[in-house]
């Protein structure tokens, strides 16, 4: 059975950093493409950013371009997203997952990590 746990939300200011983790248990995580994806209330979950198995490509949704950064410890099954200058349109709770092709999430979601940004 596949467990995604996220971790290291937080309230922080804007322009403020936080690094969110997720350790992924049930799954070959080395072999798969995987992202963070983040839901605001009332709104679709969005796929911010994505990382390939080996980490030679990345990608990320404009809005977060130059801010966030993704990263991976295959060894570890640990999955990073280092957030800097956070904006409040940044807030939302953080969920990890493998990505599929059309940008949707492979398994069952975790409890995501919320993040809050304020003004």
């Known amino acids: 059975q596949v467990q995604l746990v996220e971790s290291g939300g937080g309230l922080v200011q804007a322009g403020g950093s936080l690094r969110l983790s997720c350790v992924a248990s049930?799954?070959?995580?080395?072999?798969?493409?995987m992202g963070w994806f983040r839901q605001i209330p009332g709104k679709e979950r969005e796929v911010v950013a994505r990382?390939?198995?080996?980490?030679?490509?990345?990608s990320y949704t404009d809005s977060v371009k130059g801010r966030f950064t993704i990263s991976r410890d295959n060894a570890r099954n640990t999955l990073y997203l280092q957030m800097n200058s956070l904006k409040p349109e940044d807030t939302a709770v953080y969920y990890c997952?493998?990505?599929?092709?059309?940008?949707?999430?492979?398994?069952?979601w975790g409890q995501g990590t919320q993040v809050t940004v304020s003004s």
């Open positions: 997952n493998r990505v599929t092709g059309s940008s949707t999430g492979v398994y069952s």
């Open positions: 049930g799954l070959t995580f080395s072999s798969y493409t």
């Open positions: 990382i390939t198995w080996n980490g030679a490509s990345i």
